[in-house]
C-alpha cells in the first residue's frame, strides 16, 4: 500500500471547510460574510490545487459544491437554508470519518512497513507518528465541530472565532507528527521498485534540495542518481561471496554499517557535525564504486583501520559533551568539526589519488594494445583508412 499523507490532509481541510459553510449558510444573508467565505473558498483550493495538481475532480467537486452552498444561501427561503446547513454540517462529519478511515489504515500499514523494511528506516517514532493525529481528529469531531450549528446561539463572528482556533490547534496537533513523513512513507512504500523516479512524489525544481530535506534524514541505505531514489543494500548474495572469497579488497559492509551508527547518533541527538558525517559515507560509497586493485589496497586499509575508528572516536566525544554547558565545552567542539572537516577533504583526496590510478591503468593499457597494433602492422592501416 502506497501511504498518501497527503489525502489525509485533503478530507481534513474539507471537513473544516464543511464546518465554514455550515456557519455561513446558518447565518442570514450578508455581503460580508459571502466574502469571507469566498476568501476560504480561494485558500481551500489553492491547497488542494497545490496538493493535487493533477486531479481536476477534486477541484471541480470543491467549486461545484461551493457554488451550490452559495446559491441556496443567497437564494433560498429561511427554511430550506437551515436545512442545507444540516446537510453540509453532515458532509463535514462524513470526511471527518474518511480522515479517521485513511489514518488507521495507515497505521497499520506502517507497521508492516516496520517489519518489512526495519532497516531503512531511522526513526523508531515512525511508528507514533499517527497517534495524536486520531486522537486529534476525534476529540474535534465529538466537542469542537459540533460549534457550527450553534451560530444562531453564539453569533456569526463568535462562532468563527471558536471554530477557526480549534480546527487550526486540530491540525498543529494531527500533521505535527505527519508533515515530516509526507514523502518518506511514499518512498518506503514504493521500495519494492528499486529505483523511484523522483517526479512521482515532487514534482519541484531542485531535486537534490528536496532529497536533502525530506528523505534522506528519515531513511537508511538511500541515495540520490540523477532523477531517481534508488535504495542501496550492502549484503552480498551467497553466489558473489564464493566467487570472491578472499579476493575483496572493497570498503567492507561492516564499515559502512558502523558509519551508518555514527550518521543516526548524529542525526538523533542534532548534532552539528551530521553533514559532514554524511559528505564521508558519500565519498566512503564513491571509493566502495571504484572496484578492488592490488595498487588501491592500502587507501582501503587505511580507511577501515585507521581513519573509521578515529572519525568513531571523536564522534562519539562531540555527541557526549553535547549533554555539558557549551561555555565548557565550545572549543573541542570546534576542533571536533574541523578535525571531521578535515577527514572530509582528505577522503576526498583519497577518492582523487585512486581515480587516477586507475586512469593511469587505463591509458597504460590502451598505450600496450596500441603498441602490439603498431608490431603487426595494424595501427597504420587503420589510420589510412579513418
Excluded at 475532480?57 to 452552498?69: C, Q
Excluded at 441556496?72 to 478511515?101: C, E, M, N, Q, R
Excluded at 508492516?112 to 528506516?121: A, P, R, V, W
Aim: glycine letters at 4%; one cysteine or more.
Amino acid at each position: 500500500m502506497i501511504i498518501d499523507i497527503n489525502k489525509i490532509i485533503l478530507f481534513f481541510v474539507l471537513s473544516i471547510y464543511s464546518g465554514f459553510l455550515s456557519i455561513l449558510v446558518g447565518h442570514k444573508f450578508s455581503f460580508l460574510s459571502m466574502a469571507f467565505i469566498l476568501i476560504m473558498c480561494f485558500f481551500i483550493y489553492s491547497f488542494i490545487l497545490d496538493t493535487f495538481k493533477n486531479n481536476k475532480t477534486a477541484l471541480n467537486v470543491l467549486i461545484g459544491f461551493t457554488a451550490l452552498v452559495l446559491c441556496f444561501y443567497i437564494f433560498a427561503a429561511p427554511h430550506i437554508k437551515d436545512k442545507i446547513s444540516y446537510i453540509v454540517f453532515t458532509s463535514g462529519y462524513v470526511f471527518l470519518l474518511i480522515t479517521l478511515y485513511y489514518l488507521v489504515t495507515y497505521m497499520q500499514a506502517v507497521k508492516k512497513l516496520f517489519i518489512d523494511n526495519k532497516e531503512y528506516i531511522y526513526k523508531d517514532k515512525f511508528r507514533y507518528a499517527f497517534g495524536p493525529a486520531i486522537i486529534s481528529v476525534i476529540i474535534f469531531g465529538l466537542f469542537f465541530y459540533p460549534l457550527c450549528i450553534f451560530e444562531k446561539h453564539i453569533g456569526f463572528m463568535n462562532t468563527i472565532f471558536i471554530f477557526s482556533t480549534f480546527a487550526v490547534l486540530a491540525s498543529i496537533v494531527a500533521g505535527f507528527k505527519l508533515i515530516p513523513y509526507l514523502y518518506a512513507f511514499k518512498v518506503i512504500s514504493l521500495k519494492d521498485k528499486g529505483q523511484i523516479l523522483i517526479q512521482d512524489i515532487y514534482n519541484g525544481y531542485d531535486n537534490d534540495k528536496f532529497f536533502n530535506k525530506f528523505i534522506e534524514p528519515y531513511i537508511n541505505h538511500i541515495y540520490l542518481d540523477g532523477d531517481k531514489i534508488c535504495f542501496y543494500s550492502h549484503e552480498k548474495s551467497e553466489a558473489e561471496k564464493k566467487e570472491k572469497p578472499n579476493n575483496d579488497k572493497n570498503i567492507q559492509p561492516k564499515c559502512i554499517e558502523r558509519i551508518d551508527n555514527i550518521i543516526n547518533n548524529a542525526f538523533e541527538n542534532k548534532a552539528g557535525i551530521y553533514n559532514n558525517l554524511c559528505s564521508i559515507k558519500e565519498t566512503m560509497l564513491k571509493i566502495e564504486e571504484i572496484g578492488s586493485d592490488n595498487k588501491l589496497d592500502s587507501y582501503i586499509y587505511d580507511i577501515e583501520s585507521k581513519y573509521l575508528p578515529y572519525i568513531e572516536n571523536i564522534s562519539n566525544t562531540y555527541i557526549e559533551n553535547m549533554r555539558l554547558p557549551a561555555d565548557l565545552t565550545l572549543e573541542i567542539q570546534s576542533k571536533i568539526e574541523n578535525s571531521l572537516a578535515e577527514v572530509n577533504s582528505a577522503f576526498q583526496e583519497i577518492l582523487k589519488s585512486m581515480f587516477t590510478i586507475k586512469k593511469i591503468d587505463v591509458e597504460s593499457s590502451i598505450d600496450v594494445m596500441n603498441i602490439k597494433l603498431m608490431q603487426d602492422g595494424l595501427l597504420n592501416s587503420i589510420k589510412k583508412d579513418k
